[in-house]
């Protein structure tokens, strides 16, 4: 589904992720982890093609396309999508109303037309009884006065209804209650498929004891310097990252 091949990418002339090698394949998760600063959140912005970055080689090939081909808004219309870290509220505009204008860009982009309304009403209830979400929650203006338990719920239902191929999940640590660690994780599990994959960054180890990912990458100083399965995530809880920067020196 993804490959990124050598990829270094620049901000502001400052060179942060210094060849990363990565491939995701359908029904595959991925969980990135390491220090703060590391370039974890780079990378998710990269992939989905922020305009600060500037990526100075190698390439990142999504389902057989050259993503620096594409502006943003066409990854996501090919099935890309990021978690937002700071989501924005819209006084006036319910969830729902919200999720409706954001599934028919996507069919926009796709060449469909609007989705009937009976369908929308379908498919809403559909992905919102299966995530747990209630009516008053659909009702209300998007992301005013959330928790940051709604706010992960709003992210998860928002993924839910537009069912990407590639979901990129950046988990900052702050803010992150173990409620809202919760909703994450059910989400993920429930929107889990063998033809989809999902790239999940933490710096919480916690957070994989929840969704079970089928591979672990440290990520240090731009460079992913280890990769295994779900127990060096428990390794790396145990034992911190210090131990990886040494192997890597030696
Ligand atoms: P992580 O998500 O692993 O904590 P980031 O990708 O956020 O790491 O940051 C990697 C490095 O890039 C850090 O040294 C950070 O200071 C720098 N950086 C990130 N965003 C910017 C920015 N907008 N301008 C300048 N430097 C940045
Ligand atoms: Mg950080
Ligand atoms: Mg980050």
Known sequence: MLHINNLHANI?????LKGINLEIKPGEVHAIMGPNGSGKSTLSSVIAGREEY????GEMIFEGEDLQELDPEERSHKGIFLSFQYPVEIPGVSVTNFMKTAINAQRKARGLEDMPANEMLKLIREKSEMLEIDRKFLSRSLNQGFSGGEKKRNEIFQMAMLDPKLSILDETDSGLDIDALKIVAD??????REDNAV???THYQRLLNYIVPDFVHVLVDGKIVKSGGKELAYELEERGYDWIKQEKAV
């Open 12 to 16: 502001e002339d400052k060179e942060i």
């Open 187 to 192: 989400g993920v599990n429930k929107l889990r």
């Open 54 to 57: 500037e990526v100075t080689n």
């Open 199 to 201: 790239l999940l960054i």
